[in-house]
């Protein structure tokens, strides 16, 4: 039984080497490397429009002043609501057919 094992495990690390010999020679056949040329980026002015490197402390100072404005609007809003600052009023609107509520009915 021994002898079996041992020759399942030495088929098996045959079958390793040659799929490694293959995979070396393909990266050895596959080119000379120097053919391929290097990606280069596209030089471009540092304007307003194209700041180059995003500052990310400024973005998010402006994200967390936006949200303080945005905050007090819907505190104000709130606070209105809750005095009882806002009324509604309706309007009957003309021409309704039988699905509008009645005149009287509230």
Do not use: F
Not at 94 to 104: I, Q, S, V, W
Request: proline share 8%; aromatic share 2%.
């Amino acid at each position: 039984m021994a002898s079996r094992e041992l020759r399942t495990i030495a088929h098996a690390l045959v079958l390793v080497a040659v799929m490694l010999g293959l995979v070396a020679a393909a990266l050895w056949l596959r080119g000379d490397p120097g053919l391929v040329r290097p990606a280069v980026g596209a030089p471009r002015p540092l304007t307003t429009a194209h700041p180059g490197i995003p500052d990310s402390g400024r973005q998010r100072q402006t994200i967390i002043e936006e949200l303080r404005k945005l905050n007090a609007r819907l505190q104000a809003i709130d606070e209105a609501l809750r005095k009882g600052d806002y009324q509604v009023q309706t309007r009957p609107v003309e021409g309704a057919g039988a699905g509008a509520p009645e005149e009287g009915a509230k």
